[in-house]
């Protein structure tokens, strides 16, 4: 038997040949959804001797632990599922991959022609299911064994891989139909196939090094475009949304370009901008509460932009750029908009990591601060004074408090996963600066709240230092994702806010509305988190004080998934925040 290929019939071996071809590539992980239409698929991956293969009961939670995979790997995951509505339960991960910009494989196996369009069970119409999402979109023939067919196949693998790097990270969907016998049953006529030995080469200069990536894009010179930029004195740089291939390198060439051009960072939290602190003297983390106050916000108004990867989530630095009317330059690897103002703005296409700073560095001089990032650096200290001693000084368990504990407290390098909603907006206002290489995740592409646990659950898995922050009803919208725990290698504290309902709604002029509000705003969901963890055999702890959360972050365990549950007073954290965040300015 040739190493990794199924000869027991003409499924398996078709199977194995995509199992074969994507482990050649550089592929680590798949993700299996039980089904019998999928059988083929998934024996060839459960057998791979290289590939990690792990089931997942709940298609939409599988899906979202594939995007946890892959966003903390940055190599596409495969996910496996059988034909009807399973590969459907896939979409919504597959909406945030293509708008994060993150590299899945879907394998759909389905029915073959004539089982279609005549009620047979468990089909429907697979064809290009997931419509633009998709890189690229396409179904395999039925399975023959033929040398030019299975030579098709191989190079139609080969593309696909390709296709989820390129011209961005995102989805490939392949629809696989089969043919009986879906299980492993032997057929002799391929058993004994006398063309074996054609497979000796088969797969020959198929590796990691052949692939094409995103990374082999060229530098791009951006010293012509710096030179113009430097003559305009009040100038912000942006690090918007942003999840790097190398943190520490994306950090330190923002900084050359600030300390270039003299202009403040504007970091955003889901960068690692504020992780990675002692890298950049010129960082700006509070202009979220600096644009509460109107005299700062008009005195403070900028000629030039310069954004990095997507929009902040801030929606006051939206409303400000809109009244500023600054020149905008976009700086992103992605051919998308990322700018959702309309500003006059202009795009270069590359990744930070893959700007040429040499001339920069050569012609760097210990030019003086000027007056405009004098004045950010300024407001953004004594701001950050503020903040610290606020925080430092209260004891009531405020959601805003809790960005500002983590990031002092946690342990280096901890991997944090950042729910939507209030969870990434108070990161927003409050994460602290730190020097602790913490880096963040988020599902900011769509910015929904489903499948939060199981891509928290993903990014953990295989490691240690990892947290979610996340609220109840995010949560609650993906409890499936506490079955992975029983496959889960690794560690995942879940730090649960929980306000009984959707705090964000409690910032809208519809709060105002009392007859509608909680039942179809809100949505108390009056949840015993502690009983919910005990039914998925999880451990959870109710938070007392935040000495008591202190104590249970540092350093955190290796192995295993708990639930830190704060309760915090929906109404009252909300009128603190609407009632104390422009005093940080004061």
């Given at each position: 038997m040739i190493k990794n290929l199924d000869f027991r019939n003409i499924n398996t071996l078709w199977s194995s040949i995509i199992a074969e071809t994507l482990s050649n590539l550089g592929l680590k992980t798949a993700i299996i959804c039980p089904g019998s239409r999928s059988t083929p698929l998934t024996v060839a991956f459960a057998n791979h001797p290289k590939i990690e293969t792990i089931p997942i009961l709940d298609e939409r939670s599988a899906s979202f632990f594939a995007l946890g995979i892959a966003k903390r790997s940055r190599l596409p995951v495969v996910l496996i599922c059988t034909s009807g509505t399973a590969g459907a339960n896939f979409y919504p991960a597959v909406i945030e991959a293509r708008e994060s910009k993150t590299a899945l494989i879907i394998l759909t196996a389905d029915r073959p022609p004539e089982l279609r369009d005549c009620h047979a069970g468990q089909a429907i119409d697979q064809v290009k299911l997931y419509g633009s999402y998709c890189n690229w979109y396409t179904e395999l023939s039925l399975p023959l064994i033929e040398i030019k067919l299975l030579s098709y196949l191989r190079q139609t693998i080969i593309s696909s891989w390709n296709k989820?790097?390129?011209?961005?990270?995102?989805?490939?969907?392949?629809?696989?139909?089969?043919?009986?016998?879906?299980?492993?049953?032997?057929?002799?006529?391929?058993?004994?196939?006398?063309?074996?030995?054609?497979?000796?080469?088969?797969?020959?200069?198929?590796?990691?090094?052949?692939?094409?990536?995103?990374?082999?894009?060229?530098?791009?010179?951006?010293?012509?475009?710096?030179?113009?930029?430097?003559?305009?004195?009040?100038?912000?740089?942006?690090?918007g949304v942003n999840n790097s291939t190398n943190p520490s390198l994306y950090c330190k060439n923002i900084a050359f370009i600030s300390r270039f051009l003299n202009y403040p960072i504007l970091a955003e939290a889901l960068s690692p901008?504020?992780?990675?602190?002692?890298?950049?003297?010129?960082?700006?983390?509070?202009?979220?509460?600096?644009?509460?106050?109107?005299?700062?916000?008009?005195?403070?108004?900028?000629?030039?932009?310069?954004?990095?990867?997507?929009?902040?989530?801030?929606?006051?630095?939206?409303?400000?750029?809109?009244?500023?009317?600054?020149?905008?330059?976009?700086?992103?690897?992605?051919?998308?908009?990322?700018?959702?103002?309309?500003?006059?703005?202009?795009?270069?296409?590359?990744?930070?990591?893959?700007?040429?700073?040499?001339?920069?560095?050569?012609?760097?001089s210990t030019k003086s601060n000027s007056e405009y990032l004098k004045r950010w650096k300024i407001i953004n200290d004594n701001v950050n004074k503020n903040i610290q001693s606020t925080f430092t000084g209260i004891d009531l368990m405020l959601q805003a408090k809790l960005p500002f504990i983590l990031s002092t407290i946690l342990p280096l390098q901890t991997n944090i996963f950042i729910a939507n909603s209030m969870s990434v907006r108070y990161a927003e206002s409050f994460w602290f600066p730190n020097n602790k290489e913490l880096i963040p995740y988020f599902n900011r592409g769509a910015n929904g709240i489903e499948g939060t646990l199981s891509s928290a659950l993903g990014m953990a898995q295989n490691s240690s230092n990892n947290i979610l922050v996340t609220g109840d009803l995010a949560l609650l919208h993906d409890t499936n994702g506490f079955l992975v725990s029983k496959k889960f290698k690794g560690h995942l504290t879940i730090i649960l806010i929980n306000n009984n309902g959707g705090g964000i709604f409690e910032m809208l002029p519809i709060s105002k509305d009392k007859l509608l509000f909680e039942d179809y705003f809100a949505t108390p969901q009056n949840i015993d988190f502690a009983k919910l963890c005990n039914t998925y055999d999880i451990q959870h702890i109710n938070i007392q004080d935040w000495r008591h959360l202190q104590e249970l972050l540092n350093p955190l365990p290796t192995f295993g998934v708990r639930v830190l549950e704060l309760t915090i007073k929906r109404e009252e954290d909300a009128s603190w925040f609407q009632n104390n965040i422009s005093k940080f300015t004061d």
């Open positions: 989820s790097f390129l011209p961005n990270k995102g989805v490939v969907h392949i629809n696989c139909p089969f043919r009986e016998p879906l299980a492993p049953f032997t057929q002799p006529e391929i058993e004994l196939l006398s063309f074996k030995k054609y497979f000796k080469d088969f797969f020959l200069d198929i590796n990691e090094d052949s692939r094409v990536s995103s990374s082999n894009y060229c530098k791009f010179d951006i010293f012509n475009y710096l030179n113009k930029w430097r003559s305009i004195k009040k100038g912000i740089i942006i690090a901008l504020r992780n990675f602190a002692n890298k950049n003297p010129n960082l700006i983390n509070t202009y979220d509460v600096i644009l509460c106050n109107p005299k700062l916000k008009e005195s403070l108004k900028p000629d030039i932009v310069i954004q990095f990867g997507q929009f902040p989530t801030s929606k006051r630095l939206r409303k400000w750029l809109e009244q500023t009317q600054a020149r905008y330059w976009l700086i992103d690897s992605s051919s998308d908009n990322f700018d959702p103002l309309h500003n006059h703005s202009f795009s270069i296409y590359s990744s930070v990591e893959n700007l040429d700073l040499r001339n920069i560095k050569n012609t760097m």
